[in-house]
């Protein structure tokens, strides 16, 4: 599955402000085009992203690393490397690194994993939170960043912790409970200051306590937007995926989101886009449409 990287550096790196950030490309998976489109046929969105035989689209798996003046900031930690062959077919994963690309992707930014202060978990679905953990070599479970903060919606663990059968085969209890028994969570609710220039805002939807991460500097803003758009062909307000657990909600979600990034000139960063880790809303279309280049 090495041809699914082709093009794919490990890193790549722009500026908030005077804040650097770094789209982390910690590998690559394949889902159902169908799910991650929802209601809109496939006509229409298999022009944005071919699917393969098995009609699955390839995906990014692109956490953020952030240059915050007061920390180390790291966001989404990919799949990990715990879930087993089956799995990984399934799923189409390929992240193989030392442990796996994340940690390769956070070295080419210029830093080591143990440098990150805090984590930074938009929700716990495990191409999000999978890499929060890991299997050493003996098989045993350990938390990637001990050192490390761990930042999660309050509501988002309860809810991960609920286990319903709609939800459960993306909760994985191995991906956020060892953060628990460490004592590492810093649960908070609602919108919520992390460290200078990085916030979390609640932009639920895909699950009912997802967030996005806002990095400001300077005047400059950046959204890392995470699920309520995974990617650029993601835009328009009724593009919304099938696994969204409440896709209404996700529409508002959107409509408040592009109203601000329209208005204040956002940079906003997506986390599943196979070829686009950002752009810019476009002010001259009344459809979302990033500046082309
Ligand atoms: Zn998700």
Known sequence: ????????????????????????????????????????????????IPADSRNRIPLALRCLLIEAPEALVLVDTGVGNKSDEKFRDIYGISNSGDPTRLEDGIRHAGFEPVDVDIVLNTHLHFDHAGGNTFLDEDGELHVSFPGAR????????????????????SYIPDNFEPVTHSGLWDLVE??????????VVPTPGHTPFHQSVMIESDGDVACYLADVCPTSAHLPLPWIMGYDLEPLVTLESKRGLWQRARAEDWLLIFEHDPRT?????????????LVAG
Do not use: Y
Not at 151 to 169: C, H, P, W, Y
Not at 281 to 287: K, V
């Open 277 to 289: 880790p950002w752009g810019r809303l476009d002010p001259a279309e009344t459809a979302p449409k």
């Open 1 to 48: 599955m090495t041809d699914s990287f082709e093009g794919l550096p490990l890193s790549r790196s722009t500026a908030v402000g005077s804040i650097r950030i770094h789209g982390i490309e910690a590998g690559v998976q394949l889902l159902d085009g169908g799910a991650m489109f929802g209601v809109v046929p496939k006509p229409l969105w298999e022009r944005r």
């Open 190 to 199: 609602g919108a919520a200051e992390i460290t200078k220039g990085v916030s």
């Open 150 to 169: 761990h930042v999660v919606q309050k509501g988002e663990l309860d809810f991960a912790r609920s286990r319903n059968e709609r939800i459960r085969a």
